[in-house]
């Protein structure tokens, strides 16, 4: 008995620590655990890195919607589907700056940034500079997704004063061309990559319900986790099926993801990625407080606030403040990281 408690410790242990060599096999292999002992072993690495009563606020404003060239199968804002969105021109700084305030004055601690492009243009960069070391003069955390990048211009936003980009695998490498065409997983990894080299963080994960299998939800994590560096956030959406986009249609046909599976990922994200900000981003608003418990349980540790992400609806300022209140959670400080 004390050689078996002795065993299971040890193996607690070994899992907390950030590695870079996992199989697939092995991410399957965390996918087929028991629920009940793969929420365990979750909350167990969760504790070993931050306050599991603390959740990190961030708050994301679309600075730039619709139009974009790519053809991502679940996005309102591709020029290549009717969804009734109308495209706008990029903000202004000063009004990016007043919802930045806003954000604060909410509790966000993060404010994200959003542009639907392709890729960046260089003819941009002064602007969004201009946007960025505004948000970062109140005292938050910037963070941006503008597409893809060159290694010039992940210096240049890193010298205004980014401090995460957000670029997201999206799903697993196999299904990949099951959800955009317009760009390859290469495409991706290099934009991650200038990032990284950049000195920048990294915010960086997927969507699951877009139809895919198992296998593919582990195959996104493996190539999180075995990236050079794991992301330091890392997004966990729940599809939000759109009227007119090829995957939302087929979304709403097939019906959504179980959500006990969706905890399996957070969970198994917790695991692979025990250092980073794992986050429910996407299709919060459709969660019940119970599976955000059990989310949260598993190792969520970050959402975004406010009532709109991008394109997309979200839980109300009020209703979040219910849920915190129901689970004894409190707000993570500005700056915070994994011990």
């Known amino acids: 008995m004390a050689d078996d408690l002795s065993r299971t410790l040890t193996t607690r242990t070994n899992m907390a620590q950030p590695r870079h060599d996992w199989t697939l096999e092995e991410v399957e292999a965390l996918f087929a655990r028991p629920f009940m002992e793969l929420v365990f072993e979750a909350a167990s690495v969760h504790r070993a890195w931050f306050d599991p009563s ?21 996005c309102s804002q591709s020029s290549s589907f009717q969804t009734g969105l109308k495209a706008e021109k990029l903000l202004d700084a000063d009004v990016v700056i007043a919802e930045a305030a806003a954000a604060k004055a909410g509790g966000a601690s993060r404010f994200c940034m959003g542009a639907a492009w392709r890729e960046l243009k260089d003819r941009d960069t002064p602007r969004l ?42 799903t697993g490498p196999e299904y990949y061309a099951e959800v955009v065409t317009t760009r390859t997983y290469q495409d991706r990894l290099d934009t991650l990559e200038h990032v990284r080299d950049a000195g920048m963080n990294t915010c960086c994960g997927g969507i699951v319900g877009m139809g895919e299998a198992r296998r593919d939800r582990a195959g996104l994590l493996h190539a999180l986790a075995t990236l050079p560096a794991h992301p330091d956030s890392l997004p966990v959406n729940a599809l939000v099926p759109v009227t007119g986009t090829p995957l939302g249609e087929r979304v709403l046909k097939a019906g959504e993801i179980d959500p006990i599976e969706f905890v399996r990922t957070v969970a198994v994200a917790r695991l692979v990625c025990p250092r980073a900000m794992v986050r429910l981003s996407a299709g919060r608003e459709t969660m019940t407080p119970e599976m955000q418990a059990l989310c949260f349980l598993a190792g969520a540790n970050s959402i975004f606030v406010g009532g709109k992400l991008l394109t997309t609806p979200n839980p109300e300022e009020d209703e979040d403040a219910r849920l915190f209140a129901l689970l004894d959670l409190q707000p993570m400080p500005v700056g915070a990281t994994a011990r």
Do not use: F
């Not at 603390?54 to 679940?74: D, F, M, P, V, W």
């Not at 948000?135 to 290694?151: D, N, Q, R």
């Open 54 to 74: 603390q959740i990190q606020k961030s708050q994301l404003l679309s600075i730039k919607t619709g139009g974009c060239a790519e053809n991502c199968g679940y």
């Open 129 to 170: 500079a201009k946007m960025i070391s505004g948000v970062k003069a109140l005292g938050l955390e910037t963070c941006a997704t503008l597409g893809m990048l060159t290694a010039d211009q992940a210096r240049q936003l890193k010298e205004a004063g980014l401090d995460y980009y957000n670029h997201n695998l999206d």
